[in-house]
């Protein structure tokens, strides 16, 4: 495994660093505003994330990753930016960020910021510019604007949809008050697309993510790393395809080839700092091949691996994305990357139970038996962190927080709730901040008495941090057993090492080196087996004799061997 940090800022330049840190590394996803609030006004910020940050490194992580902390309106929870450059004051100042990155690294943690590159907010300079601007102006030029369809303009100029539901342009109007041109937003109204094939907007973002390596950032997750790039001339789609948040393949706008020469420019410049800074692509193409494109050796470093987070709970799904997976990385010698949540999917506490778990983002999930939800994601979290590469954990993941399923419409604020008719836009109950401590909400996530930006369920006392501290049989203690053993176990580490073993129906059983094999019972049934060497950690209790073993459903077991 590789060294705890050693010298990664950008204030400590020509500093050694481990070679490849990010190969294996645990990378953790802190959603700012669910995480901690140090002011009292029901938003976490970044002081709270701070002060936060020993519990990470006692957790066992090895970095975390931001979602958007910058200037925003928030229509969509931050991935709306008004300027890249400055933190929003709900979530502190910029000598907040400086101060994080520097305790972060003085604790051994990475810090891997969010980059928004394919639209900015409706209330960036530039597309206020825009607007008052009117049509024909310069600033329009790094937005798509194009004149409406139909005798007086009144239709959208192609056939596209947002995501987020109903169309991706919306009218404006000109300065003179009748109805102009219109602009593209595959999300929200508030989300217009930048022009990617203006440099203005090519020359914007490497500064951007220069200012943030100055600042000492390890690195970025690009946010719809996919997207950037549309078909000339905006062809419709000429299909009544419905578009669901993210899963759309290739199209004219999505997963276009011309994408990748932006990440070359972006890795030659992530190659210019010290300490290896990388990025990671929220790229989601339609095949594991297509993702691989995005981490060739001159363009990003990972990709997240959305074909696994979206398999079935099943031996034979399970082992064919696993070899998908690994097959499609090794191909351009890039780490597999694997995640069971984030901010954007049901949890997998509650997924994996579901009959539709493929179905990952937005769409409404139901309540589950919380007894085996939180089994089976025992189970599937011991699984992902014993493959090769590297894991993405999301905050709560290690409380087996479940999914909030019942929150009532009027807190909800993801934007295609309200846009899509109610078919998506279940994104907050994955949101709910997180349980520290105590018996009455907000757990500590603010102070006592506190709001909390969405509220939290009154079960989610015994599910708190405090809670769990200490009680070996908790899911905080299991992640950092597991996390611990991933540290210390060489086997464990980046290699490319993974042997699948006979094994009875229903069982997943793999070796990394020859010293460490994991064992998946994936049924409802205990499976026998004979005993395969020293148990090392295991999701929940097994029936041990001397020579056999008795896996219960849903568990799964590390051996030395
Ligand atoms: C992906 C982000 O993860 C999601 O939260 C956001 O709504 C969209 N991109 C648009 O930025």
Not at 75 to 87: I, L
Not at 232 to 258: N, Y
Not at 303 to 311: E, H, I, K, V
Not at 440 to 465: D, I, K, N, T
């Amino acid at each position: 495994m590789t060294d705890q940090l050693t010298a990664p800022s950008a204030e400590r330049p020509g500093a050694a660093a481990p070679p490849s840190w990010w190969r294996d590394a645990v990378i953790y996803q802190i959603y700012p505003r669910s995480f901690a609030d140090s002011d009292g006004d029901g938003i976490g910020d970044l002081p709270g994330i701070r002060g936060r940050l020993p519990y990470l490194r006692d957790l066992g992580v090895n970095a975390v990753w931001l979602s958007p902390f910058y200037a925003s309106p928030q229509a969509d929870a931050g991935y709306d930016v008004a300027d890249y450059r400055t933190v929003d004051p709900m979530f502190g100042t910029l000598a907040d960020a400086r101060g994080l990155i520097g305790d972060a690294h003085d604790l051994g943690l990475r810090v891997i910021v969010d980059l928004v590159p394919n639209h900015s907010s409706d209330q960036h300079e530039w597309f206020r510019r825009a607007l008052a601007e009117g049509p024909g102006s310069p600033m329009r030029a790094r937005y798509h604007f194009r004149p409406g369809r139909g005798a007086g303009g009144e239709l959208p100029p192609n056939d596209w949809p947002s995501i987020f539901g109903g169309p991706a342009w919306t009218r404006t109007t000109d300065p003179d008050g009748t109805p102009g041109d219109w602009y593209l937003h595959l999300f929200a109204p508030q989300q217009p697309d930048f022009n990617w094939d203006h440099p203005a907007v090519a020359d914007e973002f490497r500064t951007i993510l220069r200012f943030w390596l100055d600042l000492g950032v390890d690195g970025f997750r690009i946010d719809v790393a996919h997207g950037l790039v549309k078909a000339q001339g905006l062809p419709d789609l000429g299909a009544t395809t419905e578009w669901h948040l993210l899963d759309v393949g290739v199209s004219p706008c999505f997963d276009r080839d011309g994408v990748h020469d932006i990440y070359r420019s972006w890795r030659r410049i992530l190659d210019e700092y010290p300490g290896e800074r990388i990025a990671v692509a929220e790229a989601w193409a339609p095949t594991l091949d297509r993702v691989a494109n995005y981490v060739r050796p001159d363009e990003l470093h990972q990709a997240f691996n959305f074909s696994y987070l979206g398999t079935a709970w099943e031996v034979a799904a399970q082992r064919r994305v696993i070899d998908e997976s690994l097959e499609a990385m090794r191909r351009v010698g890039a780490p597999a990357t694997w995640t069971l949540s984030n901010h954007d999917v049901v949890r997998h506490t509650t997924r994996l139970l579901q009959a539709d778990e493929g179905d990952v983002a937005g769409r409404k999930p139901a309540e589950v038996d919380p007894v085996a939800g939180l089994r089976r994601a025992r189970a599937a979290t011991l699984l992902l962190l014993a493959l090769p590469g590297s894991a993405y954990l999301y905050q709560g993941e290690e409380l087996g927080l479940p999914e909030v399923v019942d929150l009532p419409p009027e807190v909800r604020q993801d934007p295609a709730f309200h846009r899509a008719t109610g078919q998506d836009g279940y994104r907050d109950g994955c949101r709910v901040p997180i349980p520290w401590s105590g018996e009455q909400a907000p757990y500590g996530f603010g102070p006592a008495g506190g709001p909390s930006w969405l509220p939290q369920p009154e079960s989610w006392a015994r599910l708190s941090v405090a809670a769990q501290q200490g009680d070996p049989a908790s899911t905080l203690e299991l992640y950092r057993a597991a996390l611990a053993l991933r540290r210390a176990d060489a086997a464990l580490g980046a290699a490319d090492n993974l042997r699948w073993c006979e094994a009875p129906e229903g069982l997943l059983v793999f070796e990394r080196g020859s010293a460490l094999r994991c064992t998946v019972n994936m049924t409802d049934r205990p499976i026998r087996i004979p005993r395969p060497g020293e148990a090392l950690l295991t999701s929940g209790p097994v029936g041990l004799s001397e020579a056999e073993v008795e896996i219960p459903a849903d568990t799964t077991v590390w051996w030395s061997v």
